[in-house]
């Protein structure tokens, strides 16, 4: 079992690092297509991706009115995240979106878990939410409520508290469906939804972009999304919602580091001063 997790946790550092690079990719093709545009070719792509991968584990495919609810509240709130990052990517920066995603949404992950389940909070527990909220004030930049109202911070903040929820849903998910099938129906669903929404929005015109393109797409929803999500529900479902989601402080590092070296962007200093504030959060949230 400790060798089971030991490997689910070097799968979680890949997928990290998978989702850092995410970023940069969703930045770039912002520049180029609609919304609608660059949803449905995401999780069309990223559907396909999952045939070698349900060829190579070869599981058996299960479904049962459980199953089919978890499934059903999931892709619904994949695309929901997909749409506000799309949309905060665009007026704000890959960096500063991935920072502010990435350490709420495990603060979040905690809250609700404690709401949910009514789980008594220790003082440590206590002292680790405030200085969350400590960090989130210097990463959302609150000392001027306009900046942030006008700003892309407030879908940052949004794309934190719908996956929050989309790691809870994944963990108790697993007592259903296989965590590869759950990835795979969750894509199937988003793509047909997002092709009924966005059919007469030129969904063709993709084959006029260049390379760049074609190369970020490719990596956001096959290895950003694909390979780095399916490794997430999977340790999610083997080590618990609370401890996968603390994996999600090593997104920033990652993203901002790309963000810098791919598309030339300045790293703030209220960035990393709110971002260190919230990881050492993290951190105390998820200490024994």
Same mark, same amino acid.
């Given at each position: 079992?400790?060798?089971? %997790? ?7 550092? #890949?997928?990290?690092? &998978? ?5 940069? %990719? ?9 919304? !609608? ?30 199953? &089919? ?8 709130? +994949? ?11 665009? %007026? ?14 495990? $603060? ?13 909070? +220790? ?10 909220? =400590? ?5 959302? !930049? ?18 934190? &508290? ?46 006029? !972009?260049?390379? +760049? ?13 694909? =390979? %780095? ?35 030339? !962007?300045?790293?703030? &200093?209220?960035?990393? $001063? ?10 105390? #949230?998820?200490?024994?």
């Amino acid at each position: 079992m400790k060798n089971e %997790a030991k490997t689910y946790k070097y799968l979680l550092l #890949l997928a990290m690092l &998978l989702w850092g690079g995410g970023w940069t %990719a969703l930045k770039i093709l912002t520049y180029t297509q609609t919304i !609608e545009v660059i949803v449905f070719w995401r999780f069309f792509l990223m559907s396909l991706s999952f045939i070698p991968i349900l060829y190579f584990f070869n599981k058996p495919i299960t479904l049962n009115r459980g199953a &089919l609810v978890y499934i059903g509240s999931s892709s619904v709130l +994949n695309i929901l995240f997909m749409v506000f990052s799309f949309i905060g990517i665009s %007026a704000g920066s890959a960096g500063s979106g991935s920072v502010i995603i990435t350490t709420f949404s495990p $603060i979040l992950t905690f809250i609700l878990f404690a709401f949910l389940y009514k789980k008594h909070l +220790n003082k440590v527990q206590y002292i680790a939410l405030t200085l969350g909220l =400590v960090g989130g004030f210097v990463l959302l !930049e609150l000392d001027d409520i306009s900046l942030f109202l006008n700003s892309s911070n407030i879908y940052f903040l949004l794309c934190a &508290l719908v996956w929050a929820g989309v790691t809870l849903l994944s963990q108790h998910s697993a007592k259903h469906i296989h965590p590869i099938h759950y990835s795979f129906f969750i894509s199937i669903v988003a793509t047909i939804s997002a092709f009924i929404y966005g059919y007469d929005a030129g969904l063709l015109s993709v084959f006029d !972009e260049g390379l +760049n393109f074609w190369i970020s797409l490719i990596y956001l929803a096959v290895f950003g999304q694909a =390979v %780095a999500t399916t490794i997430f529900f999977m340790a999610s479902s083997k080590l618990g919602s609370q401890t996968t989601s603390s994996f999600m402080f090593l997104v920033p590092l990652f993203a901002l580091f790309s963000a810098w070296l791919v598309l030339d !962007e300045s790293i703030e &200093l209220h960035i990393i $001063i709110g971002g260190l504030v919230s990881m050492l959060a993290v951190y105390y #949230l998820n200490k024994k």
